[in-house]
Nanobody, 120 residues
């Protein structure tokens, strides 16, 4: 069973940091590619960062390169998104997603989302 649960969101000032976590209490995440998406109010959902099943390949949208880092700890069944130098435009609901390593770029399992608000 796949049940992704995000945590770590909150209110932060510009320039601050947050670390999001995504844990699965069911099946192992070892054979899943993982991703963080976000959706700001009135905007379409966008892929922020992805990491492949082995942790050897990552992708970042241009707007977060150099500021965000995606990582995974398969022994803890958890994926992280370290967000530094946060900007107001990073404000959004952040979602964790999982997809089988056999179907790249397809994410079939989603968490409920965690709100990140960057404001002074």
């Amino acid at each position: 069973q796949m049940q992704l649960v995000e945590s770590g969101g909150g209110l932060v000032q510009p320039g601050g940091s947050l670390r999001l976590s995504c844990a699965n209490s069911g099946r192992t995440l070892r054979t899943y590619n993982m991703a963080w998406f976000r959706q700001a109010a009135g905007k379409e959902r966008e892929s922020v960062a992805t990491i492949n099943w082995s942790g050897t390949s990552t992708y970042y949208v241009d707007s977060v390169k150099g500021r965000f880092t995606i990582s995974r700890d398969n022994s803890k069944n958890t994926v992280y998104l370290q967000m530094n130098s946060l900007k107001p435009e990073d404000t959004a609901v952040y979602y964790c997603a999982a997809g089988s390593l056999y179907t790249p770029d397809q994410y079939n399992y989603w968490g409920q989302g965690t709100q990140v608000t960057v404001t002074s």
